[in-house]
């Protein structure tokens, strides 16, 4: 079964710089969420996204940005990036928002900021 | 939003052993999963059990809405279900759409 696809696995910056996570969700599925999980923390969420509106916001820096496209699939953008931004970055899609469907998350993208 | 504690934090168990993991949550819910996320950061799904009771292999799982927790069942620890398992929830109110996590129970399962 498909699952959810993010891009890239890995990922190293140095401070200041940009950057910018891909998820491409589970066919049909049109809700993606966005979590960043520091290390030894649990996942937090983020922002999350339904039929290409945002639908809910978490505690996500200003320095972040994200949208979802025509296609369904969802791009986290990264400013001014700081060394506390180093962390597993997890998507995940459900077939919507709120009704208590479950939620398939992707692999992660390790962020590295040096 | 709803809150999610996870009881205990860490577990110790040796190979073979039986062991019970809790959530509790703070309202009603309608999505409660559990996660094993192994050492390479994969956030591994093991049950979505809103309600009612579950098994898979040597791992069940039980939540009681009403009485607002859940608990998760491991049977015969294996090394390989050492890591960190997550509860997390969504409440059914209107204005929670998001899979709020607890801060997980850390599993080592010692040969």
């Known amino acids: 079964a498909a699952g959810v696809i993010q891009s890239p696995r890995h990922l190293i910056k140095e401070k200041r710089e940009t950057a910018t996570l891909k998820c491409y969700p589970i066919?049909?599925?049109?809700?993606v969420y966005w979590y960043q999980q520091g290390p030894g923390q649990d996942p937090q969420f983020l922002i999350s996204?339904?039929?290409?509106?945002?639908?809910d916001k978490g505690s996500i820096p200003d320095r972040f940005s994200a949208q979802q496209f025509s296609d369904y699939h969802s791009e986290l953008n990264m400013s001014s990036l700081e060394l506390g931004d180093s962390a597993l970055y997890f998507c995940?899609?459900?077939?919507?928002?709120?009704?208590?469907?479950?939620?398939?998350f992707g692999n992660g993208t390790r962020l590295t900021v040096t | 939003g709803i809150q999610v504690e996870q009881s205990p934090p860490d577990l110790i168990l040796q190979e073979g052993a039986n062991s019970t993991l809790r959530c509790n949550f703070s309202?009603?819910?309608?999505?409660l999963q559990w996660f094993h996320q192994n050492p390479w950061g994969q956030l591994i799904n093991l049950f979505y059990?809103?309600?009612g009771t579950k098994q898979n292999g040597r791992l069940s799982a039980t939540t009681v809405a009403t009485e607002r927790y859940s608990l998760l069942y491991i049977s015969s620890s294996q090394t390989t279900d050492s890591g960190v398992y997550f509860c997390?929830?969504?409440?059914?109110?209107?204005?929670?759409?998001?899979?709020?996590f607890g801060a997980g129970t850390t599993v080592t399962v010692r040969a």
């Open positions: 309202d009603s819910v309608n999505n």
């Open positions: 059990i809103p309600s």
């Open positions: 996204f339904y039929e290409k509106m945002q639908s």
């Open positions: 995940a899609s459900s077939p919507r928002a709120g009704d208590g469907s479950p939620l398939h």
């Open positions: 997390a929830a969504m409440g059914s109110g209107s204005n929670d759409y998001k899979l709020s």
């Open positions: 066919p049909r599925h049109d809700t």
